[in-house]
């Protein structure tokens, strides 16, 4: 058989002499009575912009799915495998989810591979190149400025992905109707890694601004 990696052994060992030991009783509570997340996110697979830990949020709080470049697909109900709308669903229809947050991140390397014409399938199923093929509109119109750097076309496509992951939500009728009866908010949001800054999206501007936050 082969090793259980060491790291996770030594962090979950850490994890239960500590955060389990003084949120025991919140673990206990969350079994008998269920979950009831407050906020369905919508995050990027990469390893540096974990939702729960930018947010200090605690067991039970937030309704996580991940996916490259923390994309939300239109409604597209064909008996395909739609991951992240049978998420939606879910934390929509069975939570009654009160926010949904799609969250972007600096440097991504999902939304620099949309941005490059020439990348190269990662394997024969090029799942990658399908799944940020949602983006192709978009980054084509990105990829024609010649007036923008490199860095200005990530960041730029970052955020604009993010407005279209929020046009996609809406294309659910489930989404659509909550949110008409001000039932469910919607937000974005866009984490920069390198420097820990926060910037959340403008509702009716659909810019990014920096929220008014204390930090040492
Ligand atoms: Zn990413």
Same mark, same amino acid.
């Given at each position: 058989?082969?090793? @259980?990696?060491?790291?996770?052994?030594?962090?979950?060992?850490? @994890?239960?002499?500590?955060?389990?030991?003084?949120?025991?009783?919140?673990?206990?509570?969350?079994?008998?009575?269920?979950?009831? #997340?407050?906020?369905?996110?919508?995050? &990027?697979c990469d390893s540096?912009?974990? #939702?729960?830990?930018?947010?200090? &949020?605690? #067991?039970?709080?937030?309704?996580v799915v991940r996916?490259?470049?923390?994309?939300?697909?239109?409604?597209?109900?064909?008996?395909?495998?739609?991951?992240?709308?049978?998420?939606?669903?879910?934390?929509?229809?069975?939570?009654?989810?009160?926010?949904?947050?799609?969250?972007?991140?600096?440097? &991504?390397?999902?939304?620099?591979?949309?941005?490059? #014409?020439?990348?190269?399938?990662?394997?024969?199923?090029?799942?990658?190149?399908?799944?940020?093929?949602?983006?192709?509109?978009?980054?084509?119109?990105?990829?024609?400025?010649?007036?923008?750097?490199?860095?200005?076309?990530?960041?730029?496509?970052?955020?604009?992905?993010?407005?279209?992951?929020?046009?996609?939500?809406?294309?659910?009728? &489930?989404?659509?109707?909550?949110?008409?009866?001000?039932?469910?908010?919607?937000?974005?949001?866009?984490?920069?890694?390198?420097?820990g800054e926060l910037?959340?999206?403008?509702?009716?501007?659909?810019?990014?601004?920096?929220?008014?936050?204390?930090?040492?």
């Amino acid at each position: 058989m082969s090793k @259980f990696p060491e790291r996770l052994l030594a962090g979950y060992q850490t @994890f239960m002499t500590g955060r389990y030991t003084a949120e025991r009783a919140r673990y206990r509570q969350l079994a008998e009575t269920g979950q009831e #997340p407050h906020t369905l996110v919508i995050a &990027c697979c990469d390893s540096r912009a974990a #939702p729960e830990t930018i947010f200090d &949020c605690g #067991p039970g709080e937030l309704f996580v799915v991940r996916n490259v470049a923390n994309l939300m697909p239109p409604y597209e109900p064909d008996g395909n495998y739609h991951s992240t709308s049978a998420a939606l669903e879910f934390a929509v229809q069975a939570l009654k989810i009160r926010n949904i947050l799609v969250m972007g991140h600096g440097r &991504c390397g999902g939304i620099a591979a949309s941005l490059d #014409p020439a990348a190269k399938p990662l394997s024969p199923g090029d799942f990658i190149g399908q799944w940020i093929s949602l983006l192709k509109p978009a980054a084509e119109k990105i990829q024609e400025s010649s007036l923008m750097t490199g860095s200005e076309r990530q960041t730029a496509m970052e955020r604009i992905s993010i407005r279209n992951s929020i046009s996609n939500l809406r294309t659910f009728p &489930c989404v659509k109707i909550l949110e008409d009866k001000g039932k469910l908010e919607i937000h974005g949001a866009w984490f920069d890694i390198s420097s820990g800054e926060l910037w959340v999206m403008d509702k009716d501007s659909g810019d990014f601004v920096r929220p008014e936050v204390e930090v040492a």
